[in-house]
C-alpha cells in the first residue's frame, strides 16, 4: 500500500449523441426570445433567425455549456462568400438557456468551411 495514493475517478463531461437527434431539451411550443448580445451577433456573424430556429428544432448535435446553457450544432448550405472568401457551408452554433416561460437565445456563432 503506498502511502499518500488516492485514485481519482476520471471526470466525465456529460455529453449527448454526435449523430442527428432530437432535441429534447426545447419544447417546441415555448416562444424563442433573444438577448440584445444575441441580436447584434446574429448580424455580425451573418446568422437570420430562421437558421436559429431551425438548429434549435433540429440540432445535429447538442452539448451543455456553463452555468446551465445548452449548445446546439447545425451546418447549413452557404455557397458564397464570406469575408471575401468562398464557403460551401456554414456551421452555427446556439447558446441558450431554459426560462419558464421562453428559450432564451444567450449568444449565436457561425463558423465558415468548405
Excluded: W
Excluded at 455529453?15 to 448580424?43: D, E
Amino acid at each position: 500500500m503506498e502511502i499518500g495514493y488516492k485514485p481519482i475517478a476520471p471526470r466525465v463531461r456529460l455529453a449527448l449523441p454526435l449523430r442527428p437527434c432530437y432535441n429534447p431539451l426545447a419544447p417546441t411550443m415555448k416562444p424563442i426570445a433573444y438577448t440584445k448580445h444575441a441580436r447584434v451577433q446574429m448580424q455580425l456573424r451573418a446568422v437570420s433567425e430562421s437558421e436559429v430556429v431551425e438548429t434549435i428544432r433540429r440540432p445535429e448535435r447538442t452539448a451543455l455549456g456553463k452555468r446551465g446553457a445548452v449548445k446546439l450544432f447545425r451546418a447549413f448550405p452557404f455557397n458564397a462568400e464570406h469575408a471575401s472568401v468562398y464557403y460551401r457551408f456554414k456551421s452555427v452554433e446556439v447558446r441558450y438557456v431554459m426560462k419558464p416561460d421562453v428559450v432564451l437565445v444567450l449568444t449565436v456563432i457561425s463558423r465558415f468551411f468548405n
